[in-house]
């Protein structure tokens, strides 16, 4: 029996999380930033640093979680055409796995990272370079221990006691399998006894003083997105409708060439909202079908089949590197279009080079050293790094290199390697697309705007 399209982004979703998540220890850096501020009273500005590289990277991870639960709710409110009974219970699994994730990341965070006051506060505070709010610490802290979530949570658990060998039954199945091994390992965190659960409540106290339907699988997954709906609404604004209309996508549409490098902006992307700049997200268009005979591109077979008609774009999200439709990928507030200022040849073998890393899963670690799972720049990276004389500099955040989505944009701007093509969505721009030097004279703008 196939599974449905929904149920399987979301499994691999949480493959390519659940490593993010697990990893969010604090590492050597981290330790001693907040060794060393908590001796002293106070964060110094490399220390202060550190440590908001560290809470984004844990708030996006957290935020693929919240927004992968989010995903399934019209399954969950039998919303989905063509799901299957069967899929009710798959997707229950999903999203309790992220529940139990959650919450796990969560306890870390108020119980072992930030257990001095100097931190809470640090990390309550907004930061504008990585657009963390206000308040998160207290936010995270006040999800894991109000009374409503506890109980929905506490009827999830029951939900999955009492169906446990239908669930168990699922770890044959190949995507969910995985899915199931990771349960095992995270499930213990929502079992949480009632003497610990108060303990930590007037915990919370204490800190808020200081600051001052239809099926049963249905009914549980439901209890869970009740538990994190108010999380996700807190972070997603609701009815949000993008600003990219059809006129515009297809007038962009028309402008695509093979090779082309898509930077976009989606306001209500939770995944995407702690990551620095305007821009935080970048995808490969790698064309029609055709290009492959017309450039010469050798692609294995299995990848041929993928790369569809209507999926022309190589885009790494939460749910892996796919091939996607371009309608999909356009389906944003703000875009540019960068071109690569490279030969056919090049276009080809950078082609080439991006196609190899399809199938894999997102790497919410942010970890360039490693391309078992590539982020959104890392397929544009892997394609053009030497390719026609092409070189990235990979900045240094956290104590990693990296390349955001905004680099692109700051090489575009210094017409270092690719230029400006078009540019739709931005601030001062009003609902048409503009090309050619009056999108490279706004885009540069914008840049100047945005880190002056």
């Not at 979530?149 to 999955?160: E, G, P, T």
């Not at 106290?205 to 108010?230: D, N």
């Not at 050619?436 to 885009?443: D, T, V």
Request: aromatic letters at 8%; glycine letters at 6%.
């Amino acid at each position: 029996m196939s599974t449905h399209p929904l149920i399987r982004g979301s499994a691999r979703a949480i493959l390519s999380l659940a490593p993010a998540v697990a990893h969010q220890r604090y590492g050597q850096a981290e330790q001693n930033a907040v060794r060393r501020a908590v001796e002293r009273g106070h964060f110094r500005p490399d220390e202060e640093e550190t440590l908001r590289q560290w809470f984004a990277r844990y708030l996006t991870a957290r935020a693929g979680l919240l927004e992968t639960i989010g995903d399934l709710r019209p399954l969950a409110e039998g919303q989905v055409q063509g799901a299957r009974p069967s899929d009710e219970l798959r997707a229950f699994v999903i999203a309790y796995t992220a529940a139990c994730l959650l919450v796990r990341a969560g306890r870390f965070l108020v119980g072992n990272f930030a257990t001095h006051r100097i931190i809470q506060r640090k990390l309550n505070e907004p930061c504008l370079d990585h657009r963390i709010p206000r308040r998160q610490y207290t936010t995270i802290r006040r999800s894991l221990t109000s009374p409503i979530n506890v109980w929905r949570l506490h009827q999830a658990v029951d939900f999955a006691d009492r169906n446990r060998s239908e669930i168990l039954r699922l770890a044959k199945h190949p995507l969910l399998g995985p899915v199931i091994d990771r349960l095992d390992e995270e499930e213990e965190a929502l079992r949480i006894d009632v003497t610990t659960y108060v303990k930590a409540r007037l915990r919370y106290r204490l800190h808020s003083w200081r600051r001052r339907r239809s099926s049963a699988a249905q009914q549980g997954l439901f209890r869970i997105l009740e538990a994190f709906g108010r999380v996700i609404a807190d972070v997603r604004t609701p009815g949000h409708v993008d600003r990219l209309h059809a006129a515009a996508r297809d007038e962009l549409v028309g402008l695509l060439e093979p090779g082309d490098v898509i930077v976009a902006r989606h306001d209500n992307a939770l995944s995407n909202l702690f990551l620095p700049g305007y821009w935080p997200h970048a995808a490969l268009h790698v064309g029609l079908p055709h290009v492959r005979e017309m450039l010469s591109i050798e692609v294995d077979e299995p990848q041929r089949s993928r790369w569809k008609e209507l999926h022309r774009v190589l885009e790494a999200r939460k749910d892996g590197v796919l091939f996607r439709p371009i309608e999909d990928t356009l389906a944003v507030d703000a875009v540019v279009v960068l071109r690569p200022q490279v030969g056919p040849g090049d276009v080809a073998r950078a082609i080439e080079n991006a196609v190899r890393h399809e199938g894999k899963l997102y790497n919410f670690d942010f970890d360039f050293f490693n391309d078992e799972r590539l982020v959104c720049t890392e397929v544009v990276y892997r394609a053009y790094e030497g390719v026609g004389g092409l070189e990235f500099t990979l900045a240094d955040r956290g104590g990693r290199p990296t390349l955001s989505a905004e680099d692109l944009v700051r090489m575009a701007v210094e017409r270092r390697g690719f230029e400006p093509v078009a540019l739709y969505g931005t601030p001062k721009l009003g609902k048409d697309v503009v090309v050619g030097p009056e999108a490279a004279h706004a885009l540069t703008a914008l840049h100047r705007d945005t880190f002056q």
